[in-house]
């Protein structure tokens, strides 16, 4: 997890590509696909959380509205301490910024977290 300072949202830039494709090759994937910082002029998503194992990941996302030009990011995960051994395979994300999407992330988020807590988290949608 951390401020990169690479704006993923910079699909052509050739600094962005090599920084993805550092990660992707070492078997990790950014969970977070929406603006993370911004000055009112330019939204960019230069934080990130990098996972090796996406099928543990519950929920992630970024919160909204927090007083501050860079918005928290948070993830949620299934983590099995049993001990057992699980084998590794590869594993491919895709991205689909649809707003179909967006909005069941933030049912989601409702439904599972504030509705058992509601002081627990509040996220905003901005449309």
């Known amino acids: ?3 990169f300072n690479f704006n ?3 699909r052509l830039d050739p600094s962005v590509l090599n920084f993805e494709n550092i990660f992707l090759s070492n078997g990790l994937f950014p969970l977070v696909s ?4 911004s ?3 330019q939204s960019t998503c230069i934080d990130n959380i990098l996972v090796s194992d996406i099928g543990a990941v519950c929920l992630s996302g970024v919160v909204r509205d927090m007083g501050s030009h860079h918005s928290p ?3 949620f995960f299934n983590i ?3 001990g057992k051994n699980h084998s590794s395979s590869i594993q491919i994300q895709e991205y689909c910024y649809s707003n179909k999407n967006i909005e069941a992330l933030y049912e989601k988020i409702n439904g ?5 807590n509601p002081r627990f988290l509040q996220v905003h949608l901005n449309s």
């Open 1 to 3: 997890m951390g401020d």
């Open 73 to 75: 990011i948070f993830s």
């Open 80 to 82: 099995d301490f049993s």
């Open 112 to 116: 599972d977290l504030i509705g058992h």
């Open 39 to 41: 000055t009112g002029r």
């Open 34 to 37: 929406l603006a993370t910082h």
């Open 8 to 10: 993923l949202f910079k």
